[in-house]
């Protein structure tokens, strides 16, 4: 089962981003836990880390904040050695799009190949311009 988050208006999908399993969003967090929270999960992410991945949104009044901090994240994780991708749909999707992560930000894509906190901060930036929340599927 994996973890999509998106935004809708009315019946219409306007984003979305498939994160892969919930343990792969668990990963992403704990590393950004072990990596820049000192293994103090939501100390310095708050909104991010300690949003259960199961149910909910982030409201629009949530989505600004997460944009700081998904700008931090990313700037800090891009200073960071890479290291393997955690799970084998992500080192297949690695090898599929040749993707030879750079730092730790790389390390971290959606289904898609894509970079994960890029993909999120598109979603971020999306639901503060249409004034909608990103809902967990």
Known sequence: MSLYLC????????????????SDFGNFRKTIADVLENGQAGSR???LMLHPDC???WSVNDCQKLESEL???SAE???QPPREFFSGWQKNAAKQFSLHPM????CFIDVDGEPLLERLLDLV??????GLPIIFQ
């Not at 935004?7 to 919930?22: H, K, N, S």
């Not at 730092?103 to 790389?106: A, F, I, V």
């Not at 930036?125 to 249409?130: F, G, K, M, T, V």
Request: aromatic share 10%; charged share 35%; glycine share 10%.
């Open 125 to 130: 930036l999306l639901a503060e311009s249409r």
């Open 45 to 47: 992410f708050p909104l």
């Open 7 to 22: 935004i809708f208006d009315d019946d219409e999908e306007l984003g979305g981003v498939d994160v892969g399993a919930y």
């Open 55 to 57: 149910d909910g949104e």
């Open 71 to 73: 700008k931090t994240i």
């Open 103 to 106: 730092n730790l930000y790389d």
């Open 77 to 79: 994780l891009k200073k």
